[in-house]
């Protein structure tokens, strides 16, 4: 199978096959055994799985060598004879056969079943998670436990073969987006126990760097978003049923309930007993038609939040001011409610109550309601191609704020951590929509375009398709580059020449500045740039916080460990005692409040250093250097060129 086509029918035929473990058995290289599968035990087992953990292992089938190195899994079947073959029983390796048998009414589908492939998973945790539990379960002999291994089987398939399709999909197309798959896992697995370090260990990275993607990208940690995924599914639970608050805590991943209620009432502001009868009685006297869709229970937003705040890591969630949920005004209800007729009347002036797309570029007339006549055309997004407006004038945008006010254009409304930003000054007319975007206030707004990212389109209750059901919807990247994200925002917005115009200037400015700082700074000269926090160190690249500036548009050269470390690594937190191996011949540093203690341990390191001895530290404010937007970036080169020229001075 070499197409995701391929690999989608071949899915569809596990989902039609009755499957059964039969045996799951580890190994380990020391004990010189290897697996063994016998002629006579093929032929009663359909497949097997080899999931190979550590060293590597080499598998036979007929006439076919598979060389396999950890991380690794193979699936092979019973039409094949099979050997597993060591080249050196020295080297330690580690790994798990798992046999099962399947019973398909199609021929067709067992024999499609019996395909041998393998693959190098992206996480290998979750299934290794996962085969430790069924061979223990397995091993006891015990009919429960035994049942409960092969409850576990298929979703062990469902990783492997969800991993594999993964694999395949992202050969084609571009590196996956961390934070959306993280969202995903979160959505699916709620109910488990999650911290942020088996979230980070799942994608092969460090707590702090995975909340460093979350908090850039949804303006929320990894717990905190579990969190509100959590409450948001308990008031489902509360509404829908007449469970002890108990079992809605067990059902949403708390086993402590009086842990849980203390979570649900600082997040709400009600007991779970108090929500449940305020909801129910608002239900009784509004008698509200739109109560099925579930409108009452849409989460507020969470208080508005950046990366100045006290730094939220932790391994298990807790207690966090960062959350306060309101009841919904009944007025957002009655627009949508008016919404959907206008929008059903509209429907039926139009032959089957959709538009056809058009041929990429082209653009088209489409009739309103008024019978004016708005301009509309193709474009092509992450998630397709949706038929936008020309020329937009009630445009909602969940991250590009200083794209659009760059370009002369005032959205409607954006999100909390975003319409946040400083260098903003006049914010009149914008609507907060919170974080995690309300759907209920996208929709009182009226948009006739939505813009969003990936992840924050996935984190809004529904989604993507959720969202196109309000207004026209498009889903692009979170590039933290001006240049290029004023171009691709002049062809969303039909503004293509002010987009041109912003570029040349800033192009401009680029070069003046270049030329304004050449004569104070050496061509050896190397750049670094620290954040220090009450409870931890950071030290930033080359996307915000002045480092693109720095870094890219500037072109001054970043401290060797930076460069390898940061720039082109994961790294993001760093220990005290290796700071001086970050810092460069010059050091521009962020000290957010509250971090007097914290500096207090470090000033010495710093002093020491290159920077520290030459008198070049720059003091720079952490909220005017979070933002990466085109408004922000070009405040940020002012700043950064008047404190070098005037460090010379």
Same mark, same amino acid.
């Given at each position: ?12 035929? @596990?989902?039609?096959?009755? #499957? ?26 359909? /497949?097997?799985?080899?999931? =190979? ?14 060389? +396999? ?23 330690? @390796? ?36 996962? +085969? ?5 379960? @397995? ?16 979703? =062990? ?47 092969? +990275? ?14 929320? /940690? ?113 627009? =949508? ?14 032959? *089957? ?97 939505? #813009? ?49 115009? @912003? ?43 002045? *480092? ?63 920077? /520290? ?37």
């Amino acid at each position: 199978m070499e197409s995701i086509t391929d690999w989608n029918a071949y899915i569809e035929q @596990w989902s039609r096959t009755a #499957v059964r473990l039969q045996s799951i058995r580890s190994y380990r290289g020391e004990d010189e055994k290897i697996p063994n599968l016998s002629e006579s035990r093929l032929k009663t087992h359909t /497949g097997f799985f080899f999931i =190979l953990t550590r060293g590597e292992i080499r598998i036979r089938m007929s006439d076919k060598m598979y060389h +396999c190195h950890s991380p690794y899994i193979f699936h092979g079947g019973a039409d094949k004879i099979t050997s597993f073959e060591v080249s050196d029983h020295h080297k330690e @390796w580690t790994g798990y056969l798992i046999e099962y048998t399947a019973s398909s009414a199609s021929l067709e589908d067992r024999g499609s079943l019996a395909l041998s492939h393998g693959f190098t998973p992206n996480v290998m945790l979750p299934i290794q998670e996962k +085969c430790e539990v069924m061979g223990r379960l @397995w091993k006891g002999n015990e009919p429960l436990d035994q049942l409960q291994a092969q409850s576990i089987f298929l979703p =062990l398939v469902y990783e492997v073969l969800s991993q594999e399709l993964q694999t395949l999909a992202h050969t084609e197309s571009a590196k996956p987006n961390i934070v959306t798959e993280a969202i995903k896992y979160i959505k699916a697995n709620y109910r488990e126990s999650i911290t942020a370090e088996k979230l980070a260990g799942r994608y092969n +990275c460090s707590t702090s760097y995975l909340s460093r993607l979350f908090r850039n990208q949804i303006g929320l /940690g990894p717990i905190e978003y579990l969190i509100h995924e959590r409450v948001h599914h308990a008031k489902q639970l509360l509404l829908k049923s007449d469970a002890r608050i108990q079992d809605v805590a067990c059902k949403v991943g708390y086993a402590d309930v009086y842990y849980f209620s203390r979570l649900f009432k600082k997040h709400t502001g009600h007991s779970p007993l108090q929500f449940r009868a305020e909801q129910q009685k608002a239900a009784q006297v509004q008698n509200n038609p739109l109560h099925r869709l579930e409108s009452s229970i849409v989460s507020p937003p969470f208080h508005s939040h950046n990366e100045n705040e006290s730094y939220y890591q932790r391994d298990k969630e807790g207690d966090t001011s960062m959350f306060q949920f309101s009841r919904p005004a009944f007025g957002a209800m009655m627009v =949508l409610c008016t919404s959907l007729i206008l929008s059903a009347c509209q429907a039926s002036n139009t032959t *089957g109550g959709v538009a056809a797309q058009e041929p990429a570029s082209q653009t088209t007339s489409t009739n309103a309601s008024d019978s004016t006549a708005t301009e509309t055309r193709i474009y092509k997004h992450l998630k397709g191609e949706t038929n936008i407006p020309v020329h937009p004038q009630r445009v909602v945008s969940f991250f590009h704020l200083g794209e659009l006010i760059a370009l002369g254009v005032k959205p409607v409304g954006t999100t909390t951590y975003v319409l946040d930003n400083p260098h903003i000054s006049d914010k009149t007319g914008i609507t907060d929509i919170g974080i995690p975007p309300d759907a209920e206030k996208i929709l009182s707004l009226q948009p006739d375009l939505i #813009v969003t990212t990936p992840a924050l389109a996935e984190i809004v209750e529904g989604g993507y398709d959720a969202l196109s059901k309000i207004a026209p919807t498009i889903v692009i990247e979170q590039n933290n580059e001006p240049i290029k994200d004023i171009e691709m925002f002049g062809d969303i917005l039909g503004k293509q020449e002010e987009a041109k115009q @912003w570029n040349e200037k800033f192009t401009a400015k680029i070069a003046a500045y270049k030329a304004k700082i050449s004569p104070y700074v050496r061509a050896d000269e190397t750049f670094s740039i620290l954040n220090v926090r009450p409870d931890a160190l950071f030290v930033y690249g080359d996307t915000n916080m002045g *480092g693109n500036i720095i870094y890219k548009y500037l072109g001054l050269k970043p401290a060797a460990k930076v460069e390898s470390d940061v720039i082109h690594g994961e790294t993001w937190e760093v220990s005290t005692e290796v700071i001086p191996e970050f810092i460069g011949n010059r050091l521009f540093l962020a000290v957010n409040k509250g971090a007097e203690d914290k500096l207090k341990d470090v000033q010495k390191l710093i002093n020491a250093s290159p920077a /520290g001895k030459s008198g070049h530290v720059y003091s720079i404010d952490f909220d005017q250097f979070l933002p990466s937007d085109p408004i922000a970036v070009e405040k940020q080169l002012d700043i950064i060129t008047d404190l070098i020229i005037g460090d010379a001075k």
